[in-house]
């Protein structure tokens, strides 16, 4: 299992994964899930990936090989001329895997099943985000709702719905992932560090910052440390309770 959020905020786009992935107890490895294209001036595409192992690494290598020769190859998402048809081109990517895997024509259905975000911008539009589900299909963040979860999303939820901001800083974004996948980490042995994060600029057609949090980064122990001391003294200011006599 694994733990991807992106965000679509009013400066661009933000995007965390960590890299744990387990067959079992007895079987636990680190796979990088944030998978990027850039063509500098023109468009940035980045896609994360919970869910089937084989799947979403199979999914990954098509993209990239229609990538190369794209004339010989279509549909290639390097030339795809908006960013819903690149969510168009990866869904019908993910519903040809799942389905080569699957039995029966289950595909939705099949373990071999995967959810996927990608977000970016193509040159003439603007940052858009998606999510697309194992069939496929696929809907589009929102100002309802500006963010996307993948994986094991129960337990960072609340976090990111109490206090994301579309209009808040990209430092302030990353600090508040972090806070979530802790929360995460801390709940789910599924998750867990090495995460990877990056950071895109509207209009700036290149990765604006990406960088890897390994298990001995000092600030994640901050937030980590901090944020559980400031739970446990909002805990103590709340009201007492009192058993009706």
């Not at 985000?129 to 069939?135: D, E, G, R, V």
């Amino acid at each position: 299992m694994t733990y991807c959020v992106g965000l679509r905020m009013k400066r661009g786009l933000v995007f965390m994964s960590d890299t744990r992935t387990n067959a079992g107890v007895d079987d636990i490895a680190q796979v990088k899930k944030m998978t990027s294209w850039e063509i500098p001036g023109d468009r940035v595409i980045t896609l994360l990936s919970a869910g089937n192992l084989a799947t979403t690494q199979a999914v990954v290598s098509l993209l990239d090989e229609r990538g190369k020769h794209p004339d010989d190859r279509n549909p290639s998402i390097l030339q795809a001329p908006s960013m819903f048809q690149v969510a168009t081109i990866i869904g019908e990517t993910l519903r040809e895997v799942v389905k080569t895997y699957a039995n029966d024509g289950q595909e939705a259905k099949s373990p071999f099943g995967a959810t996927l975000i990608v977000g970016g911008q193509i040159k003439g539009s603007y940052p858009r985000l998606f999510m697309i589900y194992p069939a496929g299909n696929f809907i589009e963040a929102s100002d309802d709702s500006p963010f996307f979860q993948s994986g094991e999303a129960k337990y960072g939820r609340p976090i990111l719905v109490r206090a994301f901001d579309p209009d808040m800083s990209f430092e302030d974004a990353i600090k508040l992932l972090l806070v979530s996948f802790d929360s995460t980490i801390r709940a789910n042995l599924a998750v867990d560090l090495p995460l990877d994060m990056q950071v895109y600029e509207a209009d700036s057609f290149a990765i604006t910052q990406q960088q890897r949090v390994e298990d001995d980064d000092r600030y994640f122990h901050e937030i980590s440390d901090g944020w559980g001391d400031a739970l446990r003294n909002a805990f103590q200011s709340l009201p007492d309770f009192h058993f009706n006599s």
